[in-house]
């Protein structure tokens, strides 16, 4: 920046904006709705794809019982840990559903319903969560990214890989999800930043559910929305009401869409709310009353779509029962496969670390050998 100095004390130095200020985007176009986006008991609704809601619903539904199974099985001893996304399942389902065979998703740890959702096997989901391996699949054949643990990591992944993609001219989007909390991570702030210069083919949803483990959202920003967030990067941000499956699925399909052609990365905060506590091992009485989760129960994504569908007869007790069926049966799978006990080689321990073994790892993999063998000789 010039200075321009004009006659007079100092006060009357004046910034001379430099020729490039006059082409600054204007904000008008990025700032979100002053209110959630809906579809469901809006005239919206009435125009709905049948057939995407009801696969919705199906999907809610087994998510739903996903999330209990889970759960059970941090009780029983069969998780070290699990955070359940009750309450948050239009976000995970609606993510899963708007993408492509192609595309690629970047799952937080809270997202392994999503990661279900776009066709990973429930076991191999939770693998990771059982502390058995690694990460349970091959992320390249899945299109899904590790489940990542630090916060917001995996944000600068999916823009990176999005990047690459296009440099090379494959038609990929990269739909990279976070909490509320991630939003306050440096990597949060890099990934916007670097996706919006380059104009990377990526979707940032944010799943807003009130709480970063126990700190409420208005500790955590002053912002009038974390969509807000978009406009000092440039992008477009969206505001969608998080439990209602068609809006966030609507929205998200459009931002995948102008991602594709070239339009850019898209920021959406989805408003939502995390029915259980953060994890098994977490007691969320101790920063939120039961009055405040009854509230939102009112507000469920499962009953929200139920009556939408109910009220333009497109579901009756055969097609609840069907979907609730499949649903167990799911759960019943994956308990029994869950409960038996997982035959884990050692030697793994050195596997998938770089693509040729490095001397150290051969070295540490042959003494490990050499004390496997002698222990079973003993025996």
Same mark, same amino acid.
């Given at each position: ?23 600054? &985007?204007?904000?008008?176009? %990025?700032?979100?709705? !002053? ?7 809006? =005239?919206? *609704? +009435? #125009? ?25 099985? &941090?009780?029983?001893?069969? %998780?070290?840990?699990? !955070? ?7 976000? =995970?389902? *609606? +993510? #899963? ?30 693998? %990771? ?11 390249? =054949?899945?299109?899904? #990214? ?43 702030? =890099? ?189």
């Amino acid at each position: 920046m010039t200075v321009q100095e004009l006659p007079g004390d100092a006060a009357a130095y004046r910034p001379t904006p430099p020729p490039a200020w006059q082409h600054r &985007t204007d904000p008008a176009p %990025l700032l979100p709705d !002053p209110e959630p986006f809906r579809v469901l008991g809006t =005239e919206a *609704a +009435a #125009a709905a794809d049948p057939e995407l809601l009801l696969r919705l619903y199906a999907e809610l539904v087994r998510g739903r019982r996903y999330n209990a199974q889970a759960t059970a099985l &941090t009780k029983q001893g069969r %998780l070290a840990v699990y !955070p359940s996304s009750t309450g948050q399942e239009a976000c =995970e389902v *609606a +993510a #899963a559903l708007a993408l492509e065979e192609r595309d690629w998703l970047f799952p937080s740890y809270r997202d392994t319903l999503a990661a279900v959702a776009r066709g990973l096997d429930p076991v191999q989901a939770l693998t %990771l969560l059982r502390g058995d391996w690694h990460t349970g699949y091959d992320p390249h =054949e899945h299109r899904i #990214a590790p489940l990542c643990t630090p916060l917001a990591t995996q944000l600068p992944h999916a823009v990176g890989l999005a990047h690459a993609a296009r440099l090379k001219g494959d038609d990929v989007v990269a739909l990279a999800m976070v909490g509320d909390g991630g939003t306050s991570e440096g990597d949060f702030h =890099e990934a916007l930043n670097f996706a919006a210069v380059w104009r990377a083919p990526v979707v940032f949803l944010v799943q807003n559910n009130g709480f970063a483990i126990s700190v409420p959202l208005a500790k955590q920003t002053a912002a009038p929305s974390l969509a807000h967030k978009a406009v000092g990067y440039g992008m477009p941000g969206r505001l969608v009401d998080g439990n209602d499956a068609a809006a966030v699925h609507q929205v998200l399909g459009e931002a995948v869409a102008r991602a594709r052609r070239g339009g850019g990365p898209t920021l959406i905060e989805a408003v939502t709310y995390r029915m259980d506590a953060h994890t098994n091992a977490d007691d969320a009485t101790r920063y939120r009353g039961e009055s405040e989760v009854e509230t939102w129960r009112a507000h469920d994504p499962i009953l929200l779509l139920e009556r939408a569908l109910t009220e333009r007869g497109l579901l009756d007790d055969d097609r609840r029962k069907a979907a609730a069926d499949a649903a167990e049966s799911m759960a019943a799978d994956l308990r029994a496969r869950m409960n038996a006990d997982p035959v884990l080689d050692p030697m793994d321990l050195f596997a998938h670390v770089y693509a040729e073994q490095t001397s150290q790892l051969r070295e540490q993999a042959a003494q490990l050998r050499a004390e496997l063998d002698a222990e079973g000789e003993a025996r």
